[in-house]
């Protein structure tokens, strides 16, 4: 185990104040053995080695102190000047190494990764603040990936993510990011799922959403997904909406990031997933919902370099939180899996009659 970095074969998920709960949980799937894009995370203490070896510890913590919250001009200028002393001081050598040798073991010739930011800290308050911390597509090379952890170091001192922990009374030395360097999926598709319906509770029903590119497109809200509702039992979907997806965020190689693209005519209304894919999709959550006892909240995304199992990845999983907080009830209307299943067995015995 390196001193500042954690592989995901080493991640353990009650790791979560040295690693964050993003990546505990990307820790405890990959021990699962399920189909994870590998990759490592740098410690929370990485960053106060940062910060103490550049002499910006106190200085950072000092500024933060003086925000004025009611004025909206002194938390951008304070917050904008901690965030470019953490960018522009150089990340310590001890620090790179590690990064440099944990990257290269993710492939040869400079894979894309993904920077990702994972809060660590146990109060999941603050990791539920929607757009707080930021993820990177894409990323190549060791010199880019250290400029871009640095970035989700300083991306916890936005001007809004500041306010929010001032108003919720979380100090800012508690609000660490320990960033995620994980093979980038070259997603044909993504999106999410969640093993009940969040529509009205039922935890009968998956439900997947997803579209064409990356699945920021989705998480966002910025597209609107196909929807498919599969029970849990017959394995049947019994809803699938198709919507009309105009945009997709994709890969530019122009541009060396991913941008928004228009989604070609004949694609916009075509399913952006294959049957088998979204069994493999249902299966992957039933696992998942089973291991932690939970009703859960996946991502996922599908790989367009890879053949079907392989190309069918999960990116994140965490409890879900607004019905899992709620007393379930049964779902007046909705049939359960074993109402179906009992129906059909009627059925059957009927026609042979
Ligand atoms: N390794 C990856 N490969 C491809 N897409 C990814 C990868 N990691 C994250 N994404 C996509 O980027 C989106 C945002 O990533 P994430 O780090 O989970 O941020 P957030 O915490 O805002 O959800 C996710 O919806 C996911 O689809
Ligand atoms: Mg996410």
Known sequence: MGKFTRTFKEIK???FQECGGKASHLGELTSMGLNVPYGFCLVADAFFHHLRENNLENEVFAIAKTINYDDIRDLDQKTEKIRSLIESAPIPREIEEEV???????????????????VAIKDSEISSFPGLMDTYHYIKGAKTIMDY??????????????AARFKKGIEHERAIIAPIIQRMVNARCAGVMFTLNPVNGDISKIVIEGAWGIGEGVVSGNITPDRFVVDKVILEVSERTISCKQLQYVYDPD????????VSIENQKRCCLEEREIMELVRLAKVIEDHYGTPMDIEWAIDRDFEFPENVFILQARAESVWSKKK?????????GYELIMERAMKTIKLAQ
Do not use: H, I
């Open 13 to 15: 998920k009650d790791m």
């Open 328 to 336: 379930t009830e049964p779902v007046v209307g909705k049939k359960t």
């Open 255 to 262: 541009q060396r990031k991913p941008v928004y693209k228009e």
């Open 100 to 118: 440099v040798e944990n990257y290269n073991l993710l492939g040869k010739n400079e894979p894309f990764v993904a920077v990702r930011s994972s």
């Open 149 to 162: 952890v640095k970035k989700c170091w300083a991306s916890v001192f936005t001007s809004r993510a500041t």
